[in-house]
C-alpha cells in the first residue's frame, strides 16, 4: 500500500476504504471526497470493522451524485488523501446499463484522408493518442463521448504510423496499445495504422462442407515444434512461412508440412498463434514457449514472422499459412486463450477500464480456477462483445475452419454459443470445442462452459477426459494403466467411450465428444506407457501405440490426434514442457522414421476412417440402432457399427493372449497388425496387442 489507506468505489453509492492500523491515528471518524472540479462529496461512516491483516474496513456511503469519468479524492480526519479506484463499480447493472456500446468501430478507422481512434474507457479522465508523424512526436488529447467513448479524428493520412494512448484512470497515468486492433510492433511496444486494402491477401479456397463435426480428424501442431529440428530442409524454420514449406529431406521420408499432407487428416489445430508474452519476439531463439499467456488476442505472434517489426507481413504470412492448408484440403483450428492473460497489470483492456474484464469478488479478490492469477469475466457486455468480435475478426480476416478454447470452463455457456453461432453464419461447419473442465472458479457452476453444462451448448464440443483416463490411463498416476495399455478389466467402461459417452448420457451428441489419448498438455502417450508398462519391449509398446491410436480413430466422436503421437513421440519423459526449448518440444522426424510402421498403421486407420461413415455417426439415435458390442472372454473388445449399407466390425485385445472369433459372415479384413493371411474370411485371428477391422459386404 503506497498510500495510508485505499478507497474503492463499489457501487454508486457505496466507497470502501481500507486503513492500514500501521497508519498515524490508526482511525478517522470523518470523511470527504472531492471531484476533479473541486465539488465535495459528503461520506457518512455506515460501518466501521477491524479485519484481521492489520486495516480497519470503513463501509461509506455517498451523499450526493457520482459521475463515471471524474477522478475523486478521499480526505480522511487527518486531512490524508487517496484517490478512489474504481472498482467493483464497474461489475454493477446501472453501469451495465449506462454504458453499453452497441457500435462496431472500437480502434481504428482508417482512410486516406483521416484516420479516427476510438477506445471504450468509461472510468478513465482522460485518454491521450501518442503517434509519430514525419519524424514528429505528436500528443493529442482524444474526446470522450457518450457510454464511455473517446475518440480523436487525425485529418492526415496515417498508413504506417506507430501510436499507443496514455489513460489517466484511479490517479495514473498508463501506456497503453490498441487492444482492438490486428497490427502490432514488436514485444507489443506500439500498435500500428495499416491501410486495410493494401494487405496482400491470398484468394479465399471453398472447401466442401462437412456433414458433420465427427467427419473431422483434428491433428494438433506447433508452428515452431514441426518446423525447428535441424537439416530437414526447411528454409525458415519456427515460422508461418516455414511450416508450409514444401519438402522431401530426410533419407526416406518427407517432413513438415509435406508429411502433415500425407497424413490424411482434415483438420490441422495450431497451438497458440496469437500475441504472447513469454517469447521475446525479436530474439526468439533465446526463449521457448507453447504461447498460453496472451498479450494481444487480435494481433499474431511476431516471433513467428520472418520480421516482426513489419505489422502487415505477420498477417499476410499467417494468411498464406491457411490458403496453403486449404490448398491442400487440410482445414486451420487455432487454439484461443480467453481465460487469461500473461500479466494482468499490463494488459490493455485492464488498463482501459480496470477490472472490468476479470472475475473478482465484492472483497476485491481476483478468481484463480485457471491458477495463472486473472481469471477473465465472460459475462460483462462489453467483455462479450469484445471476444465474440475478436472471434468474427479472425475469422474474416484468416478464413479459419474452427475455434479450440483453452480452459474453456472458465468462460461462461452463453458467450461459447454466441460464439458458436457467430461463426456457423460465416461458416456452417466450423467447429467449436475446447477444454470443458470444471474449473473452480469464480463463475456458478451452472453456468460454466463445462462437461457439466453440455446439453445448454448445442454446438460445443468438449475433449473427453473420460476417454482419456480409460483408454490410456491415468493422467496424473503414470503407472496406473488404461484399457489400450493392458487394464482388460476396463473393458464395461471402453464401451461406453467407444459411443461416444451418449449410451449412458453424458454427452446428448457425439458431435461434442472429443476422443483424444495424447494432448500437447502432460506426458506423451509413448512416455506413459515407458512407465506403466515397464518392462515390456519397444515392439510391444509399438503395438500398443498401434491399439491407442486406432481407438481414437475408429470410436464414434471426434478423433483427435497430437503431432508425433503416430510416432511414438517423447517428451524426454517431462510432463510439461510448456518452456522447456526445443530440444524437448520440437518434432524428431529421425525418431519418426524409425517408428514408421507406427504411422503407416496410423495412416490406414484414418483412411479407414474416412472411407466408412459407420465411424462417424453423427446423433445419438444412430449410435442406439448402428453400435453393438461384444467381448471374448471379457478381454477383447468386439465393436460392431452400423451405418445403412456400411457395417464394419473391430477387434481391440489389449492382452498378451491371442483369440480367435467366429462371424455369422464372411468380412473382408481392412485392417490388421497382428498381419492375419486372410482376407475374406469368417474366422477372424486377433493376434496379442493388435486391432483388426474387418467390412461386411465387400467380398466377390
Not at 491477401?201 to 463435426?213: G, H, V, Y
Not at 440402432?625 to 464394419?648: A, E, M, N, P, R
Amino acid at each position: 500500500m503506497k498510500e495510508p489507506y485505499e478507497a474503492y468505489l463499489d457501487d454508486y453509492n457505496c466507497l470502501d476504504v481500507y486503513m492500514s492500523k500501521n497508519f498515524f491515528g490508526e482511525k478517522s471518524r470523518i470523511f470527504h471526497m472531492k471531484d476533479t472540479k473541486n465539488r465535495i462529496i459528503p461520506l457518512t461512516i455506515q460501518s466501521q470493522s477491524d479485519l484481521y491483516n492489520g486495516f480497519t474496513h470503513y463501509a461509506l456511503s455517498l451523499n450526493g451524485n457520482l459521475e463515471i469519468g471524474q477522478e475523486y479524492t478521499v480526505y480522511d480526519e487527518h486531512c490524508k488523501t487517496c484517490v478512489a479506484k474504481y472498482s467493483h463499480i464497474v461489475k454493477t447493472e446501472r453501469f451495465a446499463k449506462e454504458f453499453m456500446y452497441e457500435q462496431d468501430d472500437l480502434g481504428v478507422t482508417y482512410t486516406p484522408e483521416k484516420t479516427i481512434f476510438k477506445v471504450w474507457a468509461p472510468t478513465a479522465l482522460s485518454v491521450n493518442v501518442g503517434y509519430v508523424l514525419n519524424g514528429k512526436r505528436i500528443v493529442e488529447s482524444m474526446v470522450r463521448q457518450d457510454k464511455g467513448v473517446f475518440s480523436l479524428t487525425v485529418n492526415s493520412d496515417l498508413n504506417g504510423v506507430h501510436y499507443s494512448y496514455l489513460v489517466r484512470v484511479n490517479g495514473e497515468y498508463k501506456g497503453v496499445t490498441d487492444p482492438y486492433t490486428c497490427f502490432s510492433g514488436p514485444n507489443a511496444q506500439y500498435s500500428v495504422v495499416i491501410d486495410p486494402k493494401s494487405l496482400n491477401l491470398p484468394k479465399k479456397i471453398k472447401l466442401k462442407p462437412m456433414d458433420s463435426e465427427c467427419d473431422a480428424i483434428i491433428y494438433e501442431a506447433s508452428v515452431r515444434d514441426m518446423t525447428s529440428q535441424t537439416g530437414i530442409g526447411i528454409s525458415h524454420p519456427k515460422k508461418f512461412v516455414g511450416f508450409t514449406e514444401e519438402n522431401e529431406i530426410t533419407k526416406t521420408h518427407n517432413t513438415g508440412f509435406s508429411y502433415l499432407k500425407s497424413l490424411g487428416v482434415t483438420h490441422v489445430q495450431l497451438m497458440p498463434v496469437f500475441d504472447f508474452g513469454s517469447v521475446d519476439e525479436v530474439y526468439p531463439n533465446i526463449f521457448y514457449n507453447w504461447g498460453y499467456d496472451p498479450v494481444q488476442y487480435r494481433c499474431l505472434e511476431g516471433a513467428y514472422s520472418l520480421d516482426p517489426a513489419n505489422a502487415k507481413l505477420r498477417i499476410e504470412e499467417f494468411a498464406k499459412l491457411v490458403h496453403d492448408c486449404h490448398k491442400a484440403g487440410i482445414r486451420v483450428n487455432l487454439d484461443l486463450v480467453f481465460n487469461h492473460v500473461y500479466v494482468k497489470e499490463n494488459f490493455a483492456l485492464e488498463n482501459m477500464v480496470p477490472d472490468y474484464y476479470f472475475l473478482m469478488n465484492r472483497e476485491g479478490e481476483f478468481s484463480n480456477g485457471s491458477f495463472c492469477g486473472n481469471d477473465i469475466d465472460t459475462q460483462p457486455y462489453m467483455a462479450r462483445k469484445y471476444f465474440i468480435e475478436t472471434c468474427k475478426k479472425i475469422i474474416e480476416m484468416y478464413d479459419v475452419d474452427g475455434f479450440r478454447f483453452d480452459l474453456m470452463g472458465i468462460l461462461d455457456f452463453n458467450l461459447m454459443n454466441e460464439i458458436s453461432e457467430e461463426c456457423k453464419k460465416v461458416k456452417p461447419d466450423f467447429m467449436i470445442y475446447g477444454e470443458g473442465w470444471n474449473m473452480p472458479s469464480f463463475v456458478a457452476e451452472e453456468i460454466r462452459a463445462s462437461q457439466l453444462n453440455q446439453a445448454k451448448m448445442p454446438h460445443v464440443g468438449h475433449f473427453s477426459d473420460r476417454f482419456r483416463e480409460v483408454v490410456r490411463g491415468s493422467n496424473d498416476e503414470l503407472s496406473r494403466k488404461g484399457f489400450a495399455s493392458g487394464q482388460a478389466d476396463l473393458i464395461y467402461q471402453v464401451k461406453c467411450c467407444m459411443a461416444a459417452s451418449c449410451l449412458d448420457h453424458v454427452f446428448d451428441s457425439p458431435t461434442k465428444v472429443v476422443n483424444y489419448v495424447e494432448c500437447h498438455d502432460n506426458h506423451t502417450l509413448w512416455d506413459k506407457n515407458r512407465v506403466c508398462c515397464h518392462g515390456e519391449s519397444r515392439d510391444l509398446r509399438e503395438k500398443r501405440q498401434i491399439l491407442a491410436n486406432a481407438m481414437v480413430l475408429l470410436a464414434q466422436g471426434i478423433p483427435f490426434i497430437h503431432c508425433g503421437q503416430e510416432f511414438g513421440r517423447t517428451k524426454q519423459n517431462l510432463g510439461n514442457t510448456y518452456n522447456r526449448s526445443d530440444n524437448y518440444n520440437r518434432v524428431d522426424y529421425q525418431r519418426r522414421d524409425h517408428h514408421i510402421e507406427i504411422v503407416e498403421r496410423t495412416k490406414e486407420l484414418i483412411e479407414i476412417r474416412k472411407t466408412h461413415p459407420c465411424f462417424r455417426l453423427s446423433t445419438v439415435e444412430q449410435i442406439e440402432q448402428g453400435v453393438q458390442f461384444d467381448t471374448i472372454y471379457d478381454q477383447v473388445l468386439v465393436y460392431s457399427c452400423q451405418k445403412d449399407k456400411d457395417h464394419c466390425v473391430a477387434f481391440f485385445n489389449p492382452t498378451n493372449i491371442p483369440y480367435d472369433y467366429h462371424l455369422d459372415q464372411e468380412a473382408r479384413i481392412l485392417f490388421d497388425n497382428g498381419n492375419s493371411n486372410s482376407l475374406d474370411t469368417f474366422d477372424i485371428h486377433i493376434a496379442a496387442f493388435s486391432v483388426v477391422v474387418c467390412h461386411f459386404g465387400l467380398t466377390a
